[in-house]
């Protein structure tokens, strides 16, 4: 069983249009984490959110979680080619050092 | 130097050989993590330490055996793999405080044949 789900798994769009990403659970998380794969590298972190409804903007991304902690999105303004890769949720539970809990990943391309 | 450094990139090997995996990170950190990532399936935890103590084998398989000398050194040792072992082996670390945030290496891509 999945803990996050994560839709669409594929994601193929022209440059210049935007784009939700979602992230959702029926469980709680303390924290909520997105990050971005590109090919042959580890991920990196994007953002971390902590408080239900909260919201966070970097650049052309916002991101927002639930107000029940349980589920996140992640918009994406004007996309761009850069934007591809793929963006992992992971959502933190408890207090146990290394309990993170990823979803399966959103596979997003851009095409010029 | 990146902030976490993992060699080799890329291993083909048997599955009678014994390699390992090093990670290296320069951030300060206290904690350090090993995760599989295998296609069309979520990253999963294999190994944590904290300090140099394994606080965390999630089911692992023997096959694996993780050491870590001190909190910037971590290898993952392998020996006799099978075919399905062959995937992205990502360490990460963190500072082990607060809200966990993952700094992760570019893996090693490893292929058993």
């Known amino acids: 069983t999945q803990l996050l789900e994560q839709s669409p798994q594929f994601l193929s769009i022209q440059e210049g249009e935007n784009l939700t990403v979602y992230c959702n659970s029926s469980s709680v998380f303390s924290s909520l984490q997105w990050y971005r794969q590109e090919p042959g590298e580890g991920p990196v972190l994007l953002v971390t959110?902590?408080?239900?409804?909260e919201v966070k903007k970097l650049k052309r991304l916002t991101f927002q979680f639930g107000d029940a902690r349980k589920d996140s999105s992640l918009h994406i303004t004007a996309a761009q080619p850069g934007d591809t890769g793929l963006y992992l949720c992971?959502?933190?539970?408890?207090?146990?050092?290394?309990?993170?809990?990823f979803g399966r990943g959103t596979q997003l391309t851009v095409w010029p | 130097e990146t902030g976490v450094t993992q060699t080799p990139r890329h291993l083909v090997m048997g599955m009678t050989n014994k390699k390992s995996l090093k990670c290296e990170q320069h951030l300060g950190h206290n904690a350090m993590y090993w995760y599989k990532q295998s296609a069309k399936k979520p990253l999963e935890l294999m190994f944590v330490?904290?300090?140099?103590?394994?606080?965390e084998n999630n089911s692992v398989p023997s096959r694996f055996s993780p050491e870590c000398p001190n909190s910037s050194h971590l290898f993952l040792h392998l020996h006799t793999l099978q075919p399905e072992d062959s995937a992205l082996y990502l360490c990460a670390s963190s500072s082990g405080q607060g809200v966990e945030k993952l700094f992760f290496g570019s893996g090693t891509q490893l292929s058993v044949l």
């Open positions: 959110v902590v408080t239900g409804g």
């Open positions: 992971a959502g933190e539970r408890g207090s146990t050092l290394g309990r993170l809990y």
């Open positions: 330490y904290n300090f140099k103590e394994q606080t």
